[in-house]
């Protein structure tokens, strides 16, 4: 069964600080794609990467950057200096293809995160 | 650029009275539709998707339904409302081809007193 699991329930730091949320997955699938999306209070969630089960090179973007190891089922997230904009709660999904043309998203249960200034 | 829009974006309603939400999106054709619902303090469960006109399918036995009568419009609907129905409700959209992300509109808070 495909399952996605955020050990972190919350975790709190102080704006500079570097933070590493957690995300492992179990698939029997060789193809899948793995996703972080950010809640922030508002509600909405919002896309912030996506990574094919063949490509396992780490990404940057700004101070967010993905750590994907496949032989240890982990797609982790690090902000490098918090800031109070990063509070949020932080979902890691996997993807489930099936037979009818759609993607479903498994979603772990989410990080909450919280930068005090 | 597309934009997938929600309404309303709260709602209070008493137990037993229907409901009707409504999801529509914009700059892009023959989308896969999604609706979640989030309960307070968890993650998202899946309800409903579609493929297109017409083509529902449902993830969890409740007392919702969702249809969807035109290509960019997907409505999540009740009967008679329970408290357990509460949370808030995102649609989301995702490219039929390719198969990638997810997008999700504004949310809708739902409350069932």
């Known amino acids: 069964a495909q399952k996605v699991t955020q050990a972190q329930t919350e975790i709190s730091v102080v704006e500079k600080e570097d933070v590493t949320l957690d995300c492992v997955y179990e698939?029997?699938?060789?193809?899948?794609?793995l996703f972080w999306y950010k809640q922030p209070p508002s509600g909405e969630l919002v896309f912030l990467i996506r990574r094919n089960s063949f490509d396992e090179q780490n990404e940057i973007s700004g101070r967010y950057s993905w750590n994907f190891q496949k032989s240890t089922s982990s797609f982790n997230f690090t902000i490098t200096a918090s800031q109070v904009v990063d509070s949020a709660v932080y979902f890691c999904?996997?993807?489930?293809?099936?037979?009818?043309?759609?993607?479903?998203?498994?979603f772990g249960t989410g990080t909450r995160l919280q930068v005090f200034p | 650029s597309q934009t997938i829009h929600q309404w309303p974006a709260t709602l209070v309603q008493p137990v037993g009275s229907p409901l009707s939400l409504e999801c529509t999106v914009e700059g892009t054709s023959n989308p896969n539709l999604y609706w979640y619902r989030q309960a307070a303090g968890r993650g998202l469960q899946l309800l409903f998707y579609s493929v297109g006109i017409g083509q529902i399918s449902s993830e969890v036995p409740q007392n919702l339904s969702a249809s969807r009568p035109q290509d960019r419009q997907f409505i999540l609907s009740s009967k008679k409302l329970l408290l357990s129905d509460s949370g808030f409700y995102l649609c989301a959209w995702s490219a039929r081809d390719p198969l990638y992300e997810q997008y999700f509109g504004p949310g809708t808070r739902l409350t069932v007193t």
């Open positions: 698939t029997r699938d060789t193809t899948y794609y």
């Open positions: 999904a996997l993807s489930e293809a099936s037979s009818y043309n759609t993607d479903k998203l498994i």
